[in-house]
């Protein structure tokens, strides 16, 4: 089997601390190639039509949406797609220019991206993000001064936690400590997802009990706690299978698996195929 051709997109190095938005209007891009970002995206849509494939699932391009996309995430837009928004980019070093407070939304919303990939939005909520949008493009087009950066990181900072109300993942649970040792643990499950599956070793890390954890979870974002793990380590395993010719017994032992037949049993229960089915899919298409 051949490996699959992606593109791997940086921001324009041109672009002073890895920062950029635009506003669009047209085809998000010309081709339906394969694209392997090494930072993190936001495009907001207020008109729109096409497709576009995240980590191999497809979303409709359709108005009034958000779609979230994670550093490291693969994704391709068919060949007949229009958007009419903005798109914003920030590398890992430009956000650390963001005030500390403002980190738990980005682990929320970046760390793991799968729960909230697309974003539908009703007119008051898209009214303010565009309006956040739009100053945040003024900024970054007017002359360059001392401190340009860390205003541009500032309005980031205010559009994050915008973005992470909407989702509703900062206002569900029943207290700001809960808030905080939630996105204390996505932060900690994108970080050893690979290494570590057990929802018992994240709590025990974390100073609490596992049932603790799994409460919290369940009201801070109405997902389990182990949907959380399982998430990172599908993503990761589509990847893998997608865009590498590693053969399934070196993935599995890769995402830290027992046994091959241990990571295929895991696979096929998430989605319904098996490893070699899901590759086979994309061998087909010529991808």
Not at 4 to 28: C, R, T, W, Y
């Amino acid at each position: 089997m051949h490996a699959a051709h992606i593109l791997n997109m940086d921001i324009n190095p041109a672009l002073k601390d890895s920062f950029s938005v635009e506003e669009i209007s047209g085809q998000l891009f010309e081709d339906d190639a394969l694209r392997r970002i090494s930072f993190n995206e936001l495009i907001l849509v207020k008109e729109g039509h096409g497709a576009i494939s995240i980590d191999g699932t497809t979303y409709n391009i359709t108005p009034h949406s958000l779609f979230v996309i994670s550093k490291g995430q693969v994704y391709a837009v068919n060949g007949h797609n229009h958007l009419e928004g903005y798109i914003l980019q920030f590398g890992d070093c430009f956000w650390e220019k963001a005030p500390a407070s403002a980190s738990n939304c980005k682990a929320v919303l970046f760390n793991d991206p799968s729960g909230h990939q697309q974003m539908q939005l009703n007119q008051p909520d898209e009214d303010a993000l565009v309006s956040l949008m739009q100053t945040i493009l003024d900024e970054f087009n007017t002359p360059d001064y001392v401190n340009k950066a860390d205003a541009l990181a500032a309005y980031l900072k205010i559009l994050m936690i915008k973005i992470a109300n909407i989702n509703s993942l900062l206002h569900q649970g029943h207290s700001t400590i809960e808030h905080k040792i939630y996105r204390e643990y996505v932060e900690l499950v994108s970080k050893e997802y690979r290494n570590t599956h057990e929802v018992s070793e994240y709590a025990e890390k974390l100073g609490i009990s596992y049932r603790q954890l799994a409460d919290l979870c369940k009201r801070c974002s109405g997902r389990r706690a182990k949907d959380i793990i399982n998430g990172q380590l599908i993503a990761e395993a589509k990847r893998l299978l997608q865009f590498s010719s590693k053969p399934v017994k070196e993935i599995s032992y890769l995402l830290h698996f027992a046994t091959p037949y241990q990571f295929s049993h895991f696979f096929k229960k998430e989605t319904q195929v098996s490893p070699n089915e899901y590759r086979t899919q994309f061998v087909k298409i010529g991808i």
